[in-house]
């Protein structure tokens, strides 16, 4: 039996909008490629990956969306930049496809194995985090 911690989709899908953010500056950095080390490719780089970090800040289900952001968007930009060659374009499109149906397909199968999985639950349970961080202690601690 395998035990998956309830991050550690969200952090392997965040790893993997890291590394193509890598990919983009690996195409641009060497000396004499047609794109240029600019703000709009370095930002890129790094933008997919932060807003799929704070999909692993957030609890799941919530947290599955800024992932799944992360990802399409790296693999819509990749695929309609120039500067890469036609097999990786093909290549990054299955590789879109498959990392975005394997968060489908874990988000289907742990709301079907947990009934209490929901968005109102994720919700509740960041603010009530936020209150605590906020407040200095839980929420309920009235021996103040």
Known sequence: IVLVN????????????GFLGGVRWGLTLPA?????????NL?????PSLLAWVGVLLQSPLG???VTIGLLSAGVI???WAG??????????????????SIFILFYVKY???????VGKSIDGFKTKYYD??????ENDEST
């Open 84 to 101: 890469y060659p036609p097999c990786f374009k093909l290549l990054r499109t299955m590789l879109t496809i498959g990392a975005l149906s």
């Open 6 to 17: 309830k991050y550690t989709e969200a952090v392997v899908s965040t790893q993997s909008t």
């Open 78 to 80: 990749d695929i309609s």
């Open 133 to 138: 961080w906020k407040n200095g202690g839980t």
């Open 43 to 47: 930002t890129y780089s790094v933008t």
């Open 112 to 118: 079907k194995t947990d009934k209490t999985l929901g």
């Open 32 to 40: 004499g490629s047609k794109e240029s080390p600019d703000w709009r």
């Open 64 to 66: 599955y969306v800024p």
